[in-house]
């Protein structure tokens, strides 16, 4: 926002910008608060972050959440492992456990773990393998034409942001820096 416009604007969206800010702890605070008393340690808002990592990081990991199209991933945890998944006190401890045997896979595999992120970015913005396994293909196939018709709506809208003038081809751009980072995420 401050690259956009003139110093003397600073102000009026820094102001925007703390107003956003104080919305969103607000917002987040509650839910903050409750894993706090429930966890007994800080959890901004999942204990689910490790785990998901490991689902895409380990040695039966296919870039989506399906190891076939009616097994998941986390059904192909060997019997020692899973014991010790389990054998931890709570959620905070499991997600721990999940980040420790991912970041172990990610270290011993590093081609791999690049291939498999190279996957699950490919299917952040088209499909994975597994998507529709559990409905039926015309229902697949006419969610795959409307998401067809936005990219190309999108596209289209970034073609004109880009040829219309500078301050909207640098906001396309800060909201393409926004989605890529998402997407590495």
């Known amino acids: 926002i401050l690259w956009q416009h003139r110093r003397d604007h600073w102000r009026l969206y820094a102001g925007r910008v703390a107003v956003s800010a104080v919305c969103m702890v607000a917002v987040l ?37 399906y190891s076939t199209p009616d097994r998941i991933v986390h059904d192909m945890l060997p019997p020692d492992d899973y014991k010790a998944m389990r054998a931890q006190p709570n959620e905070v401890a499991q997600s721990r456990w999940f980040t420790d045997q991912a970041i172990r896979f990610i270290t011993a595999n590093p ?61 396309w751009l800060l909201l393409m820096l926004f989605l890529l980072g998402l997407s590495a995420l």
Do not use: C
Not at 55 to 64: L, Y
Not at 134 to 163: F, K, N
């Open 29 to 65: 605070t509650p839910w903050a608060t409750r894993n706090i008393r429930i966890h007994h340690a800080f959890v901004w808002m999942l204990t689910t972050d490790g785990e998901s990592l490991w689902d895409g990081n380990n040695p039966n990991a296919t870039g989506h959440s």
């Open 111 to 171: 081609g791999r773990a690049l291939e498999l992120f190279a996957i699950k970015f490919y299917a952040f913005w088209w499909f994975s393998p597994q998507t529709g396994t559990i409905y039926t293909r015309s229902w697949l196939e006419a969610y795959r034409a409307y998401y067809s018709v936005v990219v190309l709506l999108a596209l289209t809208g970034a073609w004109v942001a880009v040829r219309r003038d500078a301050p909207s081809a640098a906001r």
